[in-house]
């Protein structure tokens, strides 16, 4: 009677270990699940970023520095070792994440000193100029300005190409040479003086514009109030 009473309890006991053994493997079949989903979209956005970076590097001319390069080879390193046995490694995969969210904040940073770069220029002479074509002025700068800060959508380092090259073609159109939008860039940063010599080159701005937006209007309507000032009138 004692004895099938320790066999019932033996038998209970193993029951209840097989019952312990596959809920862990679940639980372990679950969580590599999880893991691996994570890893997934590390390697998605890692891709995206690369393919941002490789746009802007070729359209935009941006630079790596050498912490970003550095950044970016500890990264793949850590990317390619977290995988083992075709499952990814949760505490790799962590630290991983953690190494990627350095990569972007360092390429913040160095994206926010070649974007001043970049644009500088060409801001501020779209400011000085705006009252010339101001609709076309307005849609410039604002595309400019929605790339100002570091960003995985593509989208937005495209249509900076598209506004800086528009702004260009705007510029050229109103036939200024490069001694006329650096004086107009530096005095929308209030960098100019009317020391330059540039009145009578300032005051033919809008006379060749393709648009004919100077046309009819009074030296005060057609020239934008910063340039007045410079010229004394």
Same mark, same amino acid.
Request: with cysteine.
């Given at each position: 009677m004692n004895e099938s009473?320790?066999?019932?309890?033996?038998?209970?006991?193993?029951?209840?270990?097989?019952? &312990?053994?596959?809920?862990?493997?679940?639980?372990? !079949? *679950?969580?590599?699940k999880a893991t691996d989903q994570k890893y997934k979209t590390l390697v998605q956005q890692a891709d995206q970023y690369m393919n941002i970076l490789?746009?802007? &590097?070729?359209?935009?001319?941006?630079?790596?520095? !050498? *912490?970003?390069?550095?950044g970016l080879r500890t990264f793949f390193h850590k990317?390619?070792?977290?995988?083992?046995?075709?499952?990814?490694?949760?505490?790799a995969v962590s630290q991983a994440t953690d190494m990627f969210k350095g990569v972007q904040n360092e390429t913040k940073k160095v994206w926010a000193k070649h974007f001043d770069a970049l644009?500088?220029?060409?801001?501020?002479?779209?400011?000085?100029?705006?009252?010339?074509?101001?609709?076309?002025?307005?849609?410039?700068?604002?595309l400019i300005q929605d790339a100002e800060a570091w960003t995985m959508e593509k989208e937005v380092f495209e249509r900076l190409?598209?506004?800086?090259?528009?702004?260009?073609a705007l510029i050229q159109g109103l036939g200024l040479n490069s001694n006329i939008t650096d004086f107009l860039s530096k005095m929308?940063?209030?960098?100019?003086?009317?020391s330059l010599g540039f009145e009578k080159e300032i005051l033919n701005i809008g006379?060749?514009?393709?648009?004919?937006?100077?046309?009819?209007?009074?030296?005060?309507?057609?020239?934008?109030?910063?340039?007045?000032?410079?010229?004394?009138?």
């Open positions: 009473i320790l066999e019932q309890l033996d038998s209970q006991i193993k029951a209840m270990r097989e019952l &312990r053994r596959k809920e862990q493997k679940k639980a372990n !079949a *679950e969580q590599q490789s746009y802007i &590097r070729e359209n935009l001319g941006f630079v790596c520095s !050498a *912490e970003l390069v550095a990317l390619e070792s977290a995988v083992c046995y075709g499952d990814a490694e949760k505490e644009t500088r220029k060409t801001r501020g002479t779209l400011e000085i100029v705006r009252s010339i074509d101001p609709e076309k002025v307005m849609k410039c700068l604002k190409r598209q506004a800086l090259d528009g702004a260009e929308a940063h209030g960098q100019a003086t009317s006379s060749s514009c393709p648009s004919g937006k100077a046309e009819g209007k009074s030296l005060t309507e057609a020239y934008p109030k910063g340039i007045l000032i410079i010229l004394g009138k």
